[in-house]
């Protein structure tokens, strides 16, 4: 398997294949069926995200897939930003329907319709849901399993607030409910940006996008929450009655956390050239047993294999691999699969009353006495992940740049990552220099870090006028 770090294209095909991450033969162009390697994982991951979303008093609802269009179009920008890529429904038991259905694309003209019946007075504010589910986009551009698909699975969330203050509070935690979880917890380093604002979310007044590498250098957008535009709440009469008895406008925040694009950016953020790897806790296998038989003394080893498996399936999801492969394939394949730890037992082990145990992250192998085991997973358990968190940290944080001329940017952006230049504005008059550095280089104007100020010094360097903020280029998925 080629080093990711060279050839990551060919390397990301290779692994989603040969560790039946997902089967690419379903008959509908552009879909995937998502297989139990990598869901068992992306599980985990949902399961980790819901617990933070829910800790910050986000309550669970499930909508339905199909929205009347008479809701969706109730938002001129919105309809503009998502009609193109929408699949509808038109005919039902074989009649053709009245009004046409839209499969959701994201949830907002389907919550909304509720939110207005939802909100009456200012008791019911702030109002904070959570959706767990698939949507489905109709993607022109070319579909990647996991990266981009016309049918993903994310989380998103609505929100009401009486006032915009309350609603900046809300994007300020989706940033930090961000940083504990994709960082936190699956060791993916990220930058929030605010989006400028010609690349807003379609009905959005403020986005703000978190934004990752993959090895390659190129940037995959991680989640992003949005405070969206005062017309919408208007369109969805969303308004509560405040302490001068009058009705007032809501305003309204969502967040969406793409699970199955999170796990792109997981297995490109930690695999290597032997294949996956994992954080202990998000392993769809934790510890994989291998036997090792010679001619003599199989059946003891076996038995002895079992008695750990029994032990350790109880709080490990544990495979015993008893197949007829040698010990060497088996190393491999339970390496390339990114499984944390390996447990090979030979007669040796069995004779002293001992386990040879192998590390995924380090490579790392020794043999300890069979009483110590429960003790050194643990301890291995913890280690990974900050482990994992800081090499991607490193690598991450070694590819920012700074340009300060159109050439220099070009020659920067050959190397991949982040470069940093000033720029003329984030409105919509700096439209036209995102338009030229996009034609020239195929990079994106990212926009400017959030919650960091940058000094802006100097000139535009496209058009010269003078710089009145610092925004990110970089080319992406
Ligand atoms: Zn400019």
């Known amino acids: 398997m080629e080093n990711p770090k060279s050839a990551f294209s060919e390397w990301y095909t290779e692994i989603t294949t040969k560790a039946k991450l997902c089967d690419m033969r379903y008959n509908v ?10 869901v068992t994982t992306m599980k985990r991951m949902y399961s980790v995200y819901e617990q933070e979303l829910e800790r910050n008093a986000h309550k669970p609802v499930w909508l339905p897939a199909l929205i009347p269009e008479s809701n969706f179009t109730k938002e001129g920008e919105h309809v503009k930003g998502f009609v193109p890529e929408v699949f509808w429904v038109t005919e039902a038991g074989g009649n053709k329907l009245e009004e046409r259905l839209a499969m959701r694309p994201t949830s907002e003209t389907a919550i909304y319709q509720m939110f207005s019946l939802w909100v009456q007075g200012k008791a019911d504010l702030p109002l904070k849901t959570y959706h767990s589910a698939q949507v489905w986009r109709y993607e022109t551009k070319a579909t990647r399993p996991f990266i981009r698909s016309r049918e993903f699975h994310w989380i998103e969330t609505h929100c009401a607030f009486a006032s915009e203050k309350d609603a900046r509070r809300q994007v300020k935690e989706d940033m930090k409910t961000t940083e504990r979880v994709i960082h936190g917890q699956f060791g993916i380093p990220f930058i929030f940006f605010e989006r400028p604002q010609w690349d807003k979310f379609p009905g959005a007044d403020y986005t703000f996008a978190a934004d990752t590498l993959m090895p390659d250098g190129r940037i995959l957008q991680l989640p992003s929450t949005h405070i969206l535009s005062e017309k919408f709440s208007k369109a969805f009469e969303i308004n509560y009655l ?48 291998v036997p090792i038989i010679r001619k003599e003394g199989g059946e003891a080893v076996l038995s002895y294999c079992k008695k750990l498996y029994k032990k350790l399936s109880k709080k490990y999801r544990t495979v015993l691999d008893a197949s007829q492969n040698t010990p060497g394939f088996k190393f491999n394949e339970w390496e390339m699969l990114g499984t944390p730890v390996r447990l090979e037992i030979g007669g040796r082990e069995v004779e002293k009353g001992e386990v040879t145990i192998a590390r995924r992250d380090t490579g790392a192998k020794e043999t300890i006495a069979l009483a110590q085991l429960k003790k050194k997973i643990s301890q291995i358990r913890r280690e990974i992940l900050p482990l994992l968190r800081s090499r991607a940290d490193n690598s991450f944080n070694s590819k920012i740049y700074a340009a300060s001329s159109l050439e220099e940017l070009g020659e920067k952006l050959k190397s991949g990552g982040f470069v940093k230049i000033p720029f003329c504005t984030m409105q919509k008059e700096g439209e036209a220099c995102a338009e030229k550095i996009k034609e020239q280089f195929s990079a994106n104007v990212r926009g400017s870090r959030f919650g960091k100020k940058e000094k802006t010094e100097g000139n535009c360097i496209v058009c010269g006028k003078k710089a009145k903020a610092v925004v990110y280029a970089a080319r992406q998925y």
Do not use: W
């Not at 162009?29 to 990598?38: E, L, T």
């Open 29 to 38: 162009k552009g879909f995937v069926v998502f297989m139990p390697n990598s």
């Open 242 to 289: 405040n302490e001068k008895g009058e009705r007032a406008g809501c305003r309204t925040t969502c967040y969406g956390p793409a699970i199955s694009r999170i796990y792109a950016a997981l297995i490109s953020a930690h695999g290597d050239d032997k294949g996956l790897v994992f954080p202990f806790d998000l392993a769809s296998t934790q510890i994989a047993i």
